[in-house]
């Protein structure tokens, strides 16, 4: 399994913009990148994922390094429900390997 | 937005007892998944099934544990003989298929086993 590093936390202030990074430098190349938030006693929600190029939903944007050892998460303006952990999790794209591995994350705290 | 649904949410049993945890994956999707989270800890993965057997399982899921989609819709997993240490978070998630979609997972359920 490709290992992730990621920040142990993060602060932002409510309406600006947060950047989350994430280092997969052992990252496969048919392995997609998902990220994964979990609020406070609730189930893992999925945000984006992306193989190679940069994407966007509504939720969240994602861009991915060049060379794919890297990626970082875009919420565009923070809100007091985006406080969460946010996982960064290399998913392998090959028949037979179905399981997401959750490392620690990083826990993002808005600030009013 | 499609959900998947677990019940209950919370479920007391004694050490000993079986206990059965059900979940309602999305109805289009083809994967089924059960991870387990204990109290201050990383989400674990347990198992995966699709097309009505298991496809990949975890060292954490061994002879006590076993899952069933008994009809079309509902995705079970039973716990033989509860232990203390099985006190836990579980949830349910499902996806059309692997990597290439998002997963979704349940609100998932407190097992607490006493």
């Known amino acids: 399994d490709a290992k992730t590093t990621q920040p142990n936390s993060m602060e932002s202030n409510e309406e600006e913009p947060v950047h989350l990074p994430c280092n997969h430098s052992t990252i496969s190349g048919t392995d997609y990148i998902h990220w994964y938030r979990q609020l406070p006693s609730q189930g893992p929600e999925y945000v984006i994922h992306g193989l190679t190029s940069n994407v966007n939903n509504r939720m969240a944007s994602l861009a991915i390094a060049e060379d794919r050892k890297s990626s970082t998460l875009i919420l565009h303006r923070a809100t007091l429900r985006d406080a969460a952990v946010y996982y960064c999790i290399p998913a392998y794209s090959g028949a037979g390997s179905y399981q997401l591995t959750f490392g620690k994350g990083t826990k993002l705290s808005v600030i009013p | 937005e499609p959900e998947v649904t677990q019940t209950p949410s919370h479920q007391v049993t004694q050490m000993g007892q079986e206990v059965i945890l059900r979940c309602v994956p999305i109805s289009n999707h083809l994967y089924f998944y059960w991870y387990r989270q204990i109290l201050g800890q990383k989400v674990e993965f347990l198992v995966s099934f699709y097309n009505n057997e298991i496809s990949e399982k975890s060292e954490i899921f061994d002879d006590q544990f076993s899952v069933e989609r008994p009809d079309g819709s509902n995705f079970t997993l039973k716990i033989r003989s509860t232990k203390l240490e099985d006190s836990a978070m579980y949830f349910c998630?499902?996806?059309?298929?692997?990597?290439?979609?998002?997963?979704?997972f349940g609100s998932g359920t407190r097992l607490t086993v006493v």
């Open positions: 998630a499902s996806s059309q298929r692997w990597a290439g979609h998002g997963y979704t």
